[in-house]
């Protein structure tokens, strides 16, 4: 088992509201998403981004500040070409950096310690079968969270929209059909608490995650395990760091594949021209999440 940790503690800038709070918050904020990332190259006024959102002009900036520490113009420049090019300068040096230290990397997560091992290949291959897994649905500041749980730590982590719970289960059921599936809210709970709720990015609280997938796809996502925040990489550079420079096209659908979404850093992951690409969960909702880390660490 590798350990993934930092020696900082988080500082008070990153500490948000609580996660039912950034999730009442998230409905407007990803209705002000869709349409800043549709007209930002015209630098649309706030009162165009309120009015797409269905609050006034002082609600969607104190909203902003409050889900993301950002106003709503910052958080449009988070979402520009030019800030996502900055996001991968220097990227293949840093995952360079992180490999020859043995750490997450500066500021991965804002030090939400990680804890990570991989689930026995014949454990993958047999498609769960023996493994219990308990989940739950609770609110995250990106929407509806699904939490999966093996009795070893957090196996899954998966987002909808009010309505879609259900689908989002049945898609993450689908990577491991023969596990047994319960359904225990209290015991995912604290998994949810733990990821969502900055106050709790502790050393001594580390978050325990287990990685089911191929020996290819545990090392794609071990390899997102060490970008940090406010940082990105390619698919390339990914390709090249598990010493496969050709596979590319592999390690995109390795990254796809990730069942343990915004604590293994998918979103991270950009096009080579910075373009933010596809997202299992939505292009809306890995917006939201770079929004929001830009926020945690200041944009």
Known sequence: MMTLTKNLAPSDSCITDAPGAAFRDYDAVRRAIAFISENWRSQPPIAAMADSAGVTSDELHHLFRR???????LFMQALTLDHAKGLLRNSASVLDAALDSGLSGPGRLHDLFVTHEAMSPGQWKNGGSGMKLAFGFHPSPFGIAIVIASDRGL???????????????ADMKR????????????????????VFDTRLWRADQPLR?????????????QTLLRIPMGKATTYSSIAANVDRPNASRAVGAAV????????????????????????????TRKQAMLGWEAGQIGL
């Open 67 to 73: 889900w993301a520490g950002l106003t709503p113009k």
């Open 155 to 169: 196996a899954g982590l998966a987002f909808a929209d009010p309505g879609e719970e259900q689908t989002a289960l």
């Open 175 to 194: 990577r491991w059909p023969n596990a047994t599936y319960v359904e225990d809210a209290g015991r995912t709970g604290a998994l949810a608490q733990r």
């Open 209 to 221: 995650v287990v990685l089911i997938g191929t020996d290819f796809e545990v090392r794609v996502w």
């Open 256 to 283: 796809g594949k990730n069942p343990v979404s915004f604590v293994v850093p998918c979103h991270r992951v950009l096009g080579k021209s910075g373009a933010l690409t596809g997202y299992h969960w939505g292009l």
